[in-house]
């Protein structure tokens, strides 16, 4: 018998069809988001943005929309401390941004200054009456060009504009190449990609006459807005309180700090009166930040039997103006870039680079997608060059569970391989058809984390925490500080305490994202919540178990040598699961022979000695089938498969929303999503000329769960949704490698470019090349 099999036979809860908790409230509309909270006497406020993409501030005026009625106050970054602020608290240095800056702006659609008025058309109409009076600078707005000598420097003293460096290595890369019998060079960009969150950025925040201030706010982490917010308004942690009830979003743009919740926040400190600061649509795509812009060139050597001998990679990032989250996805693209295959010898080097654009920053998948667009459509073409099954080529370079990625990460569990043989019978089966004309296969493969090992905002407290009450009628309250985003953590946890308690889901009320009344948790982000939280829960819910079980067990008289367990709602003995009790009797014994105190249960996760980077990996395949029309260049998906490992399920029908949602952005990144500029400027910022994919425009999506163990993962759990955004795009690539034979090097592949690359192969042909 299997490890696998053996947990999987002592479950009850965990890997069924559990429809989300708060399912009821959204679909009836009684959720309450940050932009339905309504304060008595709220005011309303609207931020001023900058039209230059780089320039001094010489003077602001507000006395025209002062003097406006029903406006009631006017701030700007003089009536701050002038704290630059940053997620990297460890690193002073990458802590770059004045949310309302004093002297300067870098980038179209920065905040300049903030009005609230008591409604919403009349703040919109004062901030036509502020006068600000600029020195337009020089912008620059690529990073080749920002890098040379003599271009406009962003930030004080920061040499060539280059913001961060990352290198990472191993092996002997050097000796790989000499060995190598194939060598293969090639240049791609990857371009920016919006978050496109259904609810944009939004906040009310109410400071009182006690110096306290309560913030509602959508957000990743309720814990770093705290942390953040006390940093630049000078205050305590303890006298900010934060929620995110329910949040419409994240993808990776809502963990760092916005105008939203800083403006709120100071405009009521300056009226004592509630008030709220929603985004519009088109300030949400020119004044939040999005997926990082790359510039990759690859550098592969292999053997003419495929085996991967060395590896160099070089990435040049668009950081735009501040660093955000920048400097994270500037190393995991580097690590990504590596998945999941073993090599000889690896080397990366990465460069992120200031520019007088929107800020760059993390989003699903963290530098993954880019990483894998280049990586995944190379190895094709390697394959393709040498005459070598793609798929065998790369399954015998692929990750196993126990292999250790040299000074980085170990490989605990993995379903790689069974990924590669249920692509091939797709595949196979696909191609036995026949494929009509125009049409094209492709797949990819990657790998992602669970959650990153990293301590970058330097807190003190454990990276995930849980705290579970057990009530006398035999419901369960559980504390987490995580943050539903909408990718169903909330049931997650629920199943999980359900589970490790013998109780049902419906027993369980989780109360999560408000830092008065939760524990501290590093948030929503490098999908990180099943695995850390879910850990921190099951502790919690053990140690609340095992405190229940003692009283059992002296009320049963039973010997010691006795198993107790409870499932179901009944408390008994393993051997015989007919001599027991109800929960709900167990728990009020409990509470008489505790004096009345409830039965507290507490646990933890802060990962140690487990790598650089994650305590356990994902593994995932997407094949894709395209059809191209060679005259326009219009891609249209029409079928596709995702094989894909994430340990043990918790929640079988939450993991196949994921793998959907997921699928769907990472397929519009691919050939849809694109961010146009024109001298800092954003050109298509609404949902008419930002062309997302429609539910008309999806495929099918069988999904081909893979059933491993993670051991570091709570019930063997770990990522599922997040990874799956990074093959995707390069699925599209082969795919249209495949039909047509031509290679695309930028992604979002739009229909000018395959239109562009058939020309040029025909000309190509023509001249006999």
């Known amino acids: 018998m299997t490890t696998t099999s053996l947990a999987k036979e002592k479950l009850h809860v ?21 932009f339905d909270v309504k304060l008595p006497g709220m005011l309303y406020g609207r931020i001023l943005r900058s039209p230059h993409p780089h320039a001094k501030i010489l003077k602001i005026d507000a006395s025209k929309a002062l003097a406006m009625n029903g406006v009631k106050a006017v701030v700007t970054g003089k009536d701050t401390l002038g704290v630059k602020q940053g997620i990297w608290r460890r690193f002073n240095e990458l802590c770059d941004e004045q949310i309302l800056p004093v002297e300067k702006v870098r980038y179209i659609g920065e905040p300049v200054c903030a009005v609230a008025a008591t409604t919403d058309e009349i703040a919109e109409k004062a901030l036509d009456l502020i006068e600000v009076e600029y020195e337009v600078l020089e912008g620059v707005f690529e990073p080749y060009e920002a890098m040379k000598k003599g271009a406009p420097e962003l930030h004080d003293g920061v040499e ?20 190598a019998d194939y060598i293969r060079e090639d240049h791609f960009f990857c371009g920016g990609q919006a978050h496109m969150c259904m609810e944009t950025r939004a906040a009310v925040a109410s400071f009182t006459p006690d110096k306290k201030l309560t913030i509602w706010h959508s957000n990743q982490s309720a814990y770093y807005m705290q942390g953040l917010m006390a940093g630049v308004l000078g205050m305590r942690e303890g006298d900010i309180r934060v929620i995110a009830q329910y949040v419409g979003g994240g993808f990776g743009g809502k963990f760092e700090l916005d105008g939203a919740i800083f403006c709120s926040s100071i405009l009521s400190m300056k009226t004592f009166r509630p008030v709220k600061v929603i985004y519009s649509r088109e300030e949400d795509f020119i004044a939040s930040k999005r997926r990082t812009p790359m510039h990759y060139w690859v550098r592969t050597g292999v053997s003419k039997d495929g085996k991967f001998l060395a590896r160099e990679s070089r990435v040049v990032s ?10 994270t996805a500037l190393y995991l693209t580097g690590f990504f870039h590596s998945f999941p295959y073993r090599w000889g010898g690896y080397r990366y080097d990465g460069y992120r680079v200031y520019t007088n654009t929107l800020p760059s920053t993390s989003m699903r998948g963290f530098g993954a997608p880019q990483a894998l667009f280049c990586s995944e459509q190379q190895l094709e073409w390697i394959a393709n ?43 196979d089966k696909k191609k036995a058809g026949g494929l009509p004309a125009n049409r094209g296969l492709g797949f990819s493969a990657a790998g992602f984390m669970s959650g990153g090992i990293f301590n970058w905002f330097d807190t003190p407290y454990s990276f995930s925490s849980a705290v579970v009450t057990i009530n006398q009628d035999a419901t369960v309250e559980l504390h987490i500080g995580a943050t539903e985003i909408g990718q169903g953590s909330n049931t997650t946890m629920a199943i999980i305490a359900a589970e490790t308690l013998g109780v049902k889901v419906e027993d369980i009320k989780v109360h999560s994202g408000d830092t008065d009344h939760c524990p501290a948790d590093l948030g929503a982000w490098g999908s990180r919540q099943t695995l850390m939280t879910g850990n921190a829960t099951k502790r919690a819910c ?4 095992n405190q229940l079980l003692e009283f059992a067990l002296a009320k049963m008289g039973l010997n010691i040598v006795y198993d107790l367990d409870i499932a179901d709602r009944w408390v008994h003995i393993v051997a015989r699961p007919e001599r027991g009790m109800p929960f709900e009797e167990l728990v009020k014994i409990a509470l008489r022979g505790k004096d009345g105190q409830r039965i507290v249960g507490r646990g933890y996760y802060t990962p140690h000695r487990k790598g650089m980077i994650s305590p356990a990996y994902s593994y995932m395949l997407q094949g894709v089938e395209i059809e191209i029309d060679q005259e326009t260049g219009k891609i249209d998906l029409i079928d596709s498969l995702t094989a894909h490992d994430c340990g043990t399920p918790i929640n079988h029908l939450g ?4 793998l959907e949602g997921a699928f769907s952005m990472a397929a519009g990144y691919g050939y849809l999503e694109y961010m146009p500029y024109e001298d800092g400027k954003l050109m298509n910022p609404n949902l008419v000329d930002y062309k997302m994919i429609r539910a008309t425009e999806m495929p099918p999506t069988p999904i081909a769960e893979i059933d491993t163990y993670e051991p570091e993962g709570p019930y063997g759990a770990k990522e599922a949704g997040e990874g799956l955004t990074n093959p995707t ?10 039909c047509l034979g031509i290679q695309m090097k930028e992604c979002p592949i739009r229909p000018h470019m395959v239109v562009e690359a058939l020309r040029e192969k025909a000309e190509k042909e023509k001249a006999g090349k």
């Not at 965990?14 to 988001?33: E, P, S």
């Not at 005459?387 to 080529?393: G, H, N, S, V, W």
């Not at 795009?729 to 495949?738: L, R």
């Open 542 to 545: 053990e140690d609340a178990k």
């Open 14 to 34: 965990i890997n069924t069809h559990v429809h989300n908790i708060d399912g009821w409230a959204k679909v009836t509309g009684r959720a309450t988001y940050s």
């Open 729 to 738: 795009a390069a699925a599209i690539g082969n795919a249209i490698f495949n």
């Open 385 to 427: 060059d040498l005459k070598l099954d793609p798929i065998e080529m790369r399954r015998q370079n692929g990750h196993y569970a126990g292999y250790e990625v040299p000074g980085q990460a170990f490989i605990a569990s993995c379903g790689l391989d069974e990924a590669f043989t249920i692509m091939q019978e797709w595949l």
């Open 318 to 327: 668009n950081g735009g103006a501040y660093t955000g989250m920048g400097a």
């Open 160 to 179: 060539r504009n280059i913001n961060v460096t990352r290198h990472i290595e191993w092996g002997d890369v050097e000796t790989g190449f000499e060995k």
């Open 655 to 658: 993991l196949i929303g994921q």
